[in-house]
Nanobody
Framework: QVQLVESGGGLAQPGGSLRLSCAAS???????????MRWYRQAPGKEREWIAE???????NYRDSVKGRFTISRDNAKNTVYLQMNSLRPEDTAVYYC?????????WGKGTLVTVSS
């Protein structure tokens, strides 16, 4: 069973930076490099929203509200996807989730909390 474990969340000041990591393991169909990876977030009282995606080709796509501030990347040798978050805003406060997909298969991590506050 694929497991995704997020880390790197915490408290940051407005304008600050954090880097989230998502370590993946347990692939039985293909390897980490065969999976597209996404980051989602869910703020208190709001629905979960997609924020960034990296394809197996390493192409990327971003939600408009994080474009230019967040960068998604992957290291297939380490089975890890990253989310570098710069210029953080209070509205970025949320639980951040990692998501892996390949065809009909998809997996979620349990999330890591990011709080942006002075």
């Amino acid at each position: 069973q694929v497991q995704l474990v997020e880390s790197g969340g915490g408290l940051a000041q407005p304008g600050g930076s954090l880097r989230l990591s998502c370590a993946a393991s347990g692939f039985t169909f293909g390897s980490f490099g065969n999976y597209g990876m996404r980051w989602y977030r869910q703020a208190p009282g709001k629905e979960r929203e997609w924020i960034a995606e990296i394809y197996t080709t390493s192409g990327t796509n971003y939600r408009d509200s994080v474009k230019g501030r967040f960068t998604i990347s992957r290291d297939n040798a380490k089975n890890t996807v990253y989310l570098q978050m710069n210029s953080l805003r209070p509205e970025d406060t949320a639980v951040y989730y990692c998501y892996a997909y390949r065809g009909a298969m998809n997996y979620w991590g349990k999330g890591t909390l990011v709080t942006v506050s002075s």
